[in-house]
C-alpha cells in the first residue's frame, strides 16, 4: 500500500513510465515523521496519515485500512486529472476531511470540458 497517491508522488520515467514516489519520506520528512512519532508515543494522540484532498474515508474515520484506500485515491487523481479541480476542496484541511466523510459526489454531466 501507498496511502499518499498524490499528483506530487506520481513521477514519469524516461521510458514514459509512472513511477510512485514519496517526498514525505526524504531527508526533511524522515525526521518530521520521527519528530511526529515521538509526540504520538508521548501523548498517545494518534494523526491521520496521508494528504487530505486524496485520503480515504476509512483513514480519517480511524477504521482498518487496506490496499482500497489507495484506489480511492487514485479515483480522486482521475477526478482532478479529468476535471482539474480538486473533489473535496475547502478553505482548511478540517474542512476537507470532514468533506471526505459527507460530501455527495457530483460528477460533471456529459460533455463537461475542462478548463
Given at each position: 500500500m501507498h496511502?499518499?497517491?498524490k499528483p506530487e508522488n506520481?513521477?514519469?520515467g524516461?521510458?514514459?513510465?509512472?513511477?510512485?514516489?514519496?517526498?514525505?519520506?526524504?531527508e526533511t520528512?524522515l525526521?518530521?515523521?520521527?519528530?511526529?512519532?515521538?509526540?504520538?508515543?508521548?501523548?498517545?494522540?494518534?494523526?491521520?496519515v496521508?494528504?487530505?484532498?486524496?485520503?480515504?474515508p476509512?483513514i480519517v474515520?480511524?477504521?482498518?485500512?487496506?490496499y482500497?484506500?489507495?484506489f480511492?485515491?487514485?479515483g480522486v487523481?482521475?477526478f482532478?486529472?479529468l476535471t482539474?479541480?480538486?473533489l473535496?476542496?475547502?478553505?482548511?484541511?478540517?474542512?476537507i476531511?470532514?468533506?471526505?466523510?459527507?460530501?455527495p459526489i457530483?460528477?460533471?454531466?456529459p460533455?463537461?470540458e475542462?478548463?
Amino acid at each position: 500500500m501507498h496511502r499518499d497517491l498524490k499528483p506530487e508522488n506520481i513521477l514519469i520515467g524516461a521510458d514514459g513510465h509512472l513511477k510512485l514516489t514519496d517526498f514525505g519520506l526524504s531527508e526533511t520528512g524522515l525526521k518530521k515523521m520521527l519528530d511526529r512519532q515521538k509526540v504520538n508515543s508521548n501523548n498517545k494522540k494518534k494523526r491521520i496519515v496521508g494528504t487530505a484532498d486524496y485520503i480515504a474515508p476509512e483513514i480519517v474515520r480511524g477504521e482498518e485500512v487496506t490496499y482500497l484506500a489507495d484506489f480511492w485515491s487514485l479515483g480522486v487523481l482521475g477526478f482532478e486529472f479529468l476535471t482539474g479541480n480538486l473533489l473535496f476542496n475547502a478553505q482548511t484541511q478540517d474542512e476537507i476531511l470532514m468533506n471526505v466523510i459527507n460530501k455527495p459526489i457530483k460528477f460533471p454531466p456529459p460533455g463537461f470540458e475542462a478548463n
